[in-house]
């Protein structure tokens, strides 16, 4: 069988514009043995825990690049470290959402919508002020996450559960002890 070359090109088709095939805040039919109730829930909960998080690893990124001081080293690697590791939940967050059907909240704008975590300044803080900002947003995102795990596993969404517990929680409560030790105020030199 011979195609036609008038049908081939190497030229790319830009511009194109397509219609929207599945809203936000929608779910379709996965055969999951999950009720479409409790996989609603699930990514309404999931992309919440997912718009904070996109967040926090933007806070990461810009205290990395902002830290200052004495112990600059030290924490400049340390919350590059975490930021690497909040970017590897936001995709596994985001994986989830879409395993459920629902759709991923993936854009900055959007995010910047549904984030419960407040803005930051635009300039340069103290470095205390710096890790008590990363230290709130933790707070708030394990508090939700507490929140939500604890009701998907109600509902029977044993997957979901897993992630929130043992990704998102576990790896907040690490990065948030790792911070608050930062934060002490004891002496570097002598006792």
Not at 169 to 191: K, M, N, S, Y
Request: charged fraction near 20%; aromatic fraction near 6%; glycine fraction near 6%.
């Amino acid at each position: 069988m011979t195609i036609s070359s008038s049908h081939l090109s190497s030229q790319p088709r830009l511009h194109q514009k397509g219609e929207i095939i599945q809203e936000f805040g929608t779910v379709k039919q996965f055969p999951l043995a999950l009720s479409y109730e409790t996989r609603m829930y699930s990514c309404q909960r999931l992309n919440q825990v997912l718009a904070d998080t996109q967040i926090l690893y933007g806070l990461y990124k810009k205290h990395h690049w902002l830290m200052r001081g004495a112990t600059f080293y030290q924490l400049h690697l340390v919350l590059d470290k975490h930021a690497g590791e909040q970017l590897g939940l936001v995709d596994a967050l985001a994986e989830r959402v879409q395993t459920l059907g629902g759709v991923a909240v993936g854009d900055p704008r959007h995010v910047a919508e549904i984030t419960s975590i407040p803005r930051p300044p635009d300039g340069v803080e103290e470095v205390p002020a710096m890790l008590s900002r990363l230290l709130a947003a933790h707070e708030t995102i394990l508090t939700e996450t507490h929140e939500a795990a604890a009701r998907v596993a109600e509902l029977g969404d044993d997957g979901t559960n897993d992630l929130l517990v043992s990704q998102v929680i576990r790896t907040g409560e690490l990065q948030a002890w790792f911070l608050a030790e930062h934060l002490v105020d004891t002496p570097l030199v002598r006792a």
